[in-house]
Nanobody
Framework: QVQLVESGGGLVQTGGSLRLSCAAS????????MGWYRQAPGKERELVAA???????NYADTAKGRFTISTDNFKNTLYLQMNSLKPEDTAVYYC?????????WGQGTQVTVSS
């Protein structure tokens, strides 16, 4: 059982930055992978960035070079640093954790980028 709570979303202008946080209810040492997904109205949820055991990362093409995913295992927290934000990044961002074939999701945090 993993409970995830996202925070850090908000309103920012084009070119601005935000740092999203995802606090996990258990140690993330035992979690196989964690990631950030986003979903805009009328669109399906898509992967933004993921981090696997050993610190291996994966990014969507639209995020690569602008976003950075990282973890703080001591704090049981996942982060997403987002720079050079664009209006196309506007969406609800969800934290995800995978363990033993199960996927856990947070409630999401809204990111809005104005032009």
């Amino acid at each position: 059982q993993v409970q995830l709570v996202e925070s850090g979303g908000g309103l920012v202008q084009t070119g601005g930055s935000l740092r999203l946080s995802c606090a996990a209810s258990r140690s993330i040492f035992s979690i196989n992978a964690m990631g950030w997904y986003r979903q805009a109205p009328g669109k399906e949820r898509e992967l933004v960035a993921a981090i696997r055991s050993g610190g291996i990362t994966n990014y969507a093409d639209t995020a690569k070079g602008r976003f950075t995913i990282s973890t703080d295992n001591f704090k049981n927290t996942l982060y997403l640093q987002m720079n050079s934000l664009k209006p196309e990044d506007t969406a609800v961002y969800y934290c995800n954790a995978e363990k033993l074939g199960y996927s856990y999701w947070g409630q999401g945090t809204q990111v809005t980028v104005s032009s």
